[in-house]
């Protein structure tokens, strides 16, 4: 089994109420076979938010996640954002 590494791209990102919000990681990896976004809430657990095993985009309400097998990124959007998006978003390959 290889190793998998994944990495944000942007440092802290900071959104105003109704902007769009959106962050990107890249991964590397030998084998692949889906993509997590997570949401972790200060104080709480991370709490699964998309899940992908093909490319494409993929909606969800206000959210978007796009996930790119050839060049190995995923990007998540929140568009109009509210107070209670604020949170850390993290990305998992599997």
Same mark, same amino acid.
């Given at each position: 089994?290889?190793?998998?590494?994944?990495?944000?791209?942007?440092?802290?990102?900071?959104?105003?109420?109704?902007?769009?919000?959106?962050?990107? =990681?890249? =991964?590397?990896?030998?084998?692949?076979?889906?993509?997590?976004?997570?949401?972790?809430?200060?104080?709480?657990?991370?709490?699964?938010?998309? =899940?992908?095993?093909?490319?494409?985009?993929?909606?969800?309400?206000?959210?978007?996640?796009?996930?790119?097998?050839?060049?190995?990124?995923?990007?998540?959007?929140?568009?109009?954002?509210?107070?209670?998006?604020?949170?850390? =978003?993290?990305?998992?390959?599997?």
């Amino acid at each position: 089994m290889g190793q998998t590494t994944v990495t944000r791209q942007e440092g802290q990102v900071t959104a105003k109420q109704r902007d769009t919000f959106q962050t990107t =990681y890249t =991964y590397q990896t030998s084998s692949f076979y889906v993509l997590l976004w997570y949401q972790q809430r200060k104080g709480q657990a991370p709490q699964q938010v998309s =899940y992908q095993a093909a490319a494409g985009s993929k909606q969800s309400g206000r959210r978007t996640a796009l996930l790119n097998t050839r060049r190995k990124y995923s990007l998540l959007q929140l568009e109009e954002v509210e107070v209670s998006d604020s949170a850390l =978003y993290l990305c998992a390959v599997q």
